[in-house]
């Protein structure tokens, strides 16, 4: 039988237990939870659960602040689950420090507003966002048409000597910001021919993000709000179901103005959040860039550890069934 684990396949000669996963992989004893078919089983409650040919194994060390606990992109871990972009801020240095403080080890570049060497002897965004230090995703911001898009990502693959990582936003116009689905699909479908890994800038549209994973996309990022709007995540039950019909990340992207934002994008069991405006235009973006980094921490292990069903009427919280009074 065959499983994927942590989205590398793994072959057994016959049924296995997550608990002989486990042990394999030398890390019995140890308090983890383990994410089976995008389902959280806490803890110890995997033990003895058969798994199935195919079945998609992730393994979350919870414990700890989720040092460990990573997400998969195009086949290299991350254990930063907060993307950040680097447009907006006040000069190279508080860019540099604010990355620096949110944690993140995916950084956004907007190819066509950003000098990452296509001017020379402008200040470059590499000599403080360092390529060495950080996974440079270029993206395809300002783009309003499919050839656009794939123009942009193969001017990035030049610049960035043969990157094959890239964030495909094609927008609709620009009051909303909103992405041009139509021609969102036709990019996508270039650059995945042409050996690009494409994480996918999308409405919070089930239809749409299932279809963008279908063309190959190696993961699908849903608006919260319109870009720089702060608004927050406006559809939380899409959010939801963009991610239950998932088999790639899914990182909200867009729109997030706080980090409570940013805990529920977590909470709704997304993959990651990727922000700029947030951080960038806050009174203290460095400060900022701090309280996203925790929030995103916060949110993660909420998933994990599992919320309290919601009740409509109360119940005690120091219940006094059993005691003699
Ligand atoms: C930086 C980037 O890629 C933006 O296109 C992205 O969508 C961020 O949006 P916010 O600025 O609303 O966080």
Redesign the pocket.
């Known amino acids: 039988m065959n499983i994927l684990l942590n989205g590398e396949s793994r072959e057994y000669p016959e049924a296995t237990t997550v608990a002989r996963v486990i042990t394999d992989i030398g890390l019995s004893g140890k308090r983890i939870a383990v994410e089976l078919n995008k389902e959280i089983l806490p803890f110890d409650r995997y033990e003895q659960q058969t798994l199935q040919d195919n079945d998609r194994l992730e393994i979350v060390h919870a414990i700890g602040g989720g040092q460990d606990d990573t997400f998969t992109v195009a086949g290299t871990r991350f254990h930063s689950r907060l993307l950040v ?1 680097t ?1 907006k801020y006040k000069d190279l240095e508080e860019t540099r420090l604010a990355i620096e403080a949110s944690g993140a080890e995916i950084v ?1 570049v ?1 190819i066509r507003r950003t000098n990452i060497g296509q001017n020379p002897g402008e200040p470059n965004l590499l000599d403080v966002i360092s390529p060495d230090k950080y996974t440079i995703l270029p ?1 395809t ?1 300002g783009c309003f048409t499919a050839d656009d898009a794939v123009r942009t990502c193969r001017l990035a693959r030049e610049l960035l000597g043969g990157h094959k990582l890239v ?1 495909l ?1 094609v927008l609709a116009d620009q009051k909303t910001l909103f992405p041009d689905v139509a021609e969102t699909y036709v990019a996508a479908e270039l650059l995945v021919k042409d050996g690009f890994d494409v994480m996918v ?1 999308t409405n919070d549209d089930p239809i749409a993000a299932k279809r963008l994973e279908d063309i190959g996309c190696v993961a699908v990022m849903p608006l919260a709000a319109p ?3 702060g608004l927050g995540i406006r559809n939380p039950y899409n959010i939801l179901t963009i991610v239950e019909n998932a088999n790639v990340p899914i990182l909200v ?4 103005g706080t980090a409570s934002d940013a805990a529920i994008a977590m909470e709704l069991g997304c993959d990651g959040v ?5 951080i960038a235009a806050a009174q203290h973006p460095v400060m900022m860039a701090e309280a996203m980094r925790k929030a995103i921490e916060a949110g993660r292990l909420a998933f994990l550890a599992g919320r309290m069903p919601r009740k409509r009427f109360a119940s005690a919280s120091s219940p006094i069934d059993g005691l003699f009074l």
């Open positions: 972009g447009g956004t907007a993206n911001a964030k936003e800038y870009i720089g709007s992207d867009a729109g997030v990727l922000m700029n405006t947030a």
